[in-house]
């Protein structure tokens, strides 16, 4: 009999810490002032949310964070980055969007740092960002959040980025896309990798810190994770799956200028491609319009 209070006592706990949230998204866009353009495009509540969260509900900070991220928006202009663009970074198939979802429907993205034959730093950035963009405009609805699984299959500190370019990249996930990471599965690294994790987790704040799993195959704790976030039987062999990961560079290029197409009508610029020139690249034109802030 003391069940139905429990759960009205419990559900208008929730309805108190929803309306105090409701009340800090209001705070926090009255302190943004005016916006215009694609600011105010990308500023939706859920994003206000996200920076509120990643800041402890802290309204101030979260609004120097999001400033600093509309500001390198508008100079870095994310969203307007092609495949093309990006495309000989990830030839080898560095970064892609798995066929599949995590059982929670996250985007999935898969690296594997060994295949990685440059050392080109902003070439890797970009690449990384025009990703995480397209992971973000293809999420189910509802779903804000992405996973990564890394696979370490020949990697070395001959194909590792450096340092700074980590440090970058690490910069720029943390602060400006919160709360969009729900696992970095590290899967099966060397030993040695551990030392470079060392001196790059220094750059990672705690929120992000303990999304990063060190997973590996033979260890049951491991297998349960990865069982948790995934069906067996669309996760790849690299991952203790049972299905086959097979990257096509061409096929995948076909994908991103699809979905290139779709992000320019997001966010409101003219997409013009050409023919497809060669077997493995594809030169789409993007005449973008003037970013109107």
Request: net charge neutral.
């Amino acid at each position: 009999m003391y069940s139905v209070p429990f759960f009205r006592r419990k559900n208008s706990k929730n309805q108190d810490i929803d309306s105090l949230h409701d009340a800090k998204v209001n705070e926090l866009r009255a302190a943004l002032g005016p916006l215009s353009g694609r600011s105010l495009q990308y500023c939706t509540d859920a994003c206000l949310r996200r920076y509120l969260e990643a800041r402890n509900w802290n309204v101030e900070k979260a609004k120097k964070m999001l400033e600093e991220t509309l500001q390198w928006r508008s100079t870095y202009r994310p969203e307007q980055i092609c495949w093309h663009e990006v495309a000989d970074v990830g030839k080898n198939g560095l970064i892609s969007r798995a066929d599949f979802h995590d059982r929670f429907g996250r985007i999935v993205l898969i690296m594997r740092p060994g295949m990685q034959k440059t050392t080109a730093g902003e070439g890797n950035l970009r690449h990384l960002v025009y990703l995480v963009e397209n992971a973000i405009l293809s999420l189910p609805e509802g779903q804000e959040q992405m996973t990564w699984l890394i696979d370490f299959t020949g990697w070395s500190l001959n194909t590792n980025v450096p340092i700074k370019v980590a440090r970058d990249i690490i910069y720029v996930l943390q602060n400006h896309y919160p709360e969009r990471l729900a696992l970095i599965a590290l899967y099966d690294p060397p030993r040695i990798f551990q030392a470079f994790w060392k001196v790059v987790s220094y750059f990672v704040d705690a929120k992000s810190f303990h999304k990063v799993q060190f997973l590996y195959p033979s260890r049951k704790e491991s297998e349960e994770i990865m069982k948790s976030y995934f069906d067996a039987e669309n996760l790849p062999t690299e991952f203790g799956g049972k299905k086959s990961l097979k990257y096509d560079h061409e096929e995948f290029s076909r994908l991103m200028a699809q979905e290139d197409e779709k992000t320019a009508k997001f966010w409101g610029f003219d997409y013009k491609p050409s023919n497809i020139v060669s077997n493995l690249h594809l030169r789409e034109e993007v005449v973008p319009e003037p970013l109107v802030e």
